[in-house]
């Protein structure tokens, strides 16, 4: 493995690990002794969940996953359909930095791991998929349930291995640790700086499984509780493109970004322009009414050079921007090959960038101050002509009539946006779907430095409820969870029901402490903001575009344990959000179309 993959902390080199486990091998299946090999060398790689769905080709995976649980060695999760389980582990590998691994059988389960897939791989998210497939000699025959599963993802893989069926050789256990070995380097990005899925198809001969039973090597529990939380170290640091001073200049920062893109704006006196989902949006220099700004001919049209991190997907002005021929655009980017590029307009791109002595001297002068301190102050103008929040906060004693009257009105997406972002703080996780209650968020919440996530890599609404389950579990698990908050989920009616299944949590398995907040208009109502709406049918736009639905959330929520909540008023909703969460809860806001 090399160098730059290594993790930092205690953790011996993955050639030099002692065993964690003693296992009695040969078991009489040599699909159960290469799984045990195999999951033996991820865990001392530093993986630490495992998503499965069940399967009869994959049960030697499946039961070694099982009991590798019941030692404290991995976090095992079985969901019964391979698309939730695979953005489940997408929402795994977010929050915690790891690859996750993913262990399904053959035929369409494979397929339904691909949104995942095309996600992860749009998102840099390191993810391992372990699929289970027929030995050679069953493929190409119409054996049942087999298809061709190596390249079904295409480009998509950072690593696409066809493992032969193992035999019960005395090299196997060695081979097996090597494969997972190159399988984490491609997923983290140790040598290509570019992290993302990786599919290990892996082909078993009847038996397919075997009983498993080994104990913890001697000194595997020391060995466990001495790997780093933290996500493994990837490339090496690089040397930063240094930015002057110059023209006049805006940093962008897109989903994914995160904080080095208020550093720079903050260190060098530029006006800030992030996204909700960015990870930067805070610090003094943030511009939150960004879209109407950047329409402006008096600080859009006088922009000369824009730095963007990230990959903005919350509007059409950045990539307006990024085009002008009269603006200079760096894009950064510290991980991936496909760099943000509308009308391939860019021709700078860096792995990071840092102001210049020059441009931290100039940023300290009056007139230089005075670039990011007109974008703030128009920005908070065109907030304070927004009076649809103007109501007190929930618990205000002494309201006037009008202001009770406001309380008990219905919600707007602005409030619940608004109340929902008031909602979250720091040891807390906020996922936001592909509806259009992020863009709500996006045009108007203030700076606030919490954790936010969003499935912006392709924006689809595919997996969202399991993505932020995966975020929940991983955050709040382990001894000294990486939060002692809550993870609230704000998505649209559609977004939900399109990853319905994934409110289903079998008995067993673990009930994070999570919110689902929809916001129930009735169908698509993103696509009224269309052009065509203006000219279409309406008929058939309700019919093909806004698909209109009538489900009973109560019902859903139900039909699957969740608690259920309702809330249609400002005072409700303020309830609803600031009330304990203990398990997994669905919060149900009527908006009008």
Known sequence: MPEAAQTTGSNPQP?????????????????????????????????????????????????????????????????????????????????????????????????????????????TVPLILLTADRPVELRGIGSNQTTVQTGIFAGAVRLCDDVPAPVGDDTEPSAARDL??????????????????????LAFREPLSAAVDFTLAGDATAELAGRPADAPARAGTDTPLLVGPGPRTVVVAGAGAGPAAEELARAAGWPLLAEVSSGARFGPNLVVAYRELLADPEFGGRIERAIVFGHPTLSREIPALVMRADVETIVVSPVGTEWYNPGHRVIRFARAVAPSDDTIAVAGTREARAWPGRWVMASRSILAQDTELDAPPFGTH???????????????????????????????????????????????????????????????????????????????AGSVPRSTGTTRLLLGDVTLLHDAGSLLIAPGEARPRIQVIVGNDGGGTIFDGLEVAATAAPAAIDRVLFTPQQVDFEALATAYGWTYTRAATRSTLESALTAPVSGPTLLEVPLAR
């Open 15 to 123: 050639d030099q690990a002692p065993p964690l486990v003693d296992a009695a091998l040969p078991t009489g299946s040599p699909a159960t002794d290469f799984s045990v090999a195999l999951l033996t060398e991820f865990v001392a790689l530093g993986v630490t969940d495992v998503v499965l769905s069940p399967g009869s080709r994959s049960q030697a995976l499946a039961l070694a996953a099982a009991e590798f649980e019941r030692l404290g060695l991995l976090r095992l999760h079985v969901r019964i359909d391979e698309r939730g389980a695979g953005f489940l582990a997408l929402g795994l590998a977010v929050e915690t930095g790891r690859p996750a691994l993913v262990a399904c059988t053959s035929g369409t389960a494979v397929a339904n791991l691909h949104p995942a897939v095309l996600e992860a791989h749009h998102s």
């Open 180 to 201: 997972a070995r190159r399988a984490y380097a491609a997923a983290t990005g140790a040598e290509t700086r570019d992290p993302g899925p990786v599919q290990l198809n």
């Open 398 to 476: 002494g309201m006037t009539k009008a202001e009770f009257a406001a309380m008990k009105a219905p919600v707007t997406r602005a409030i619940l946006a608004d109340a929902v972002w008031r909602a979250s703080w720091p040891h807390d996780r906020l996922v936001l779907g592909a509806s259009r209650l992020i863009r709500e968020l996006d045009t108007r919440v203030t700076g606030k430095k919490i954790p936010v996530h969003a499935n912006r890599g392709l924006a689809g609404i595919d997996g969202t409820v399991a993505t932020a389950l995966g975020i929940a579990l991983a955050s709040q």
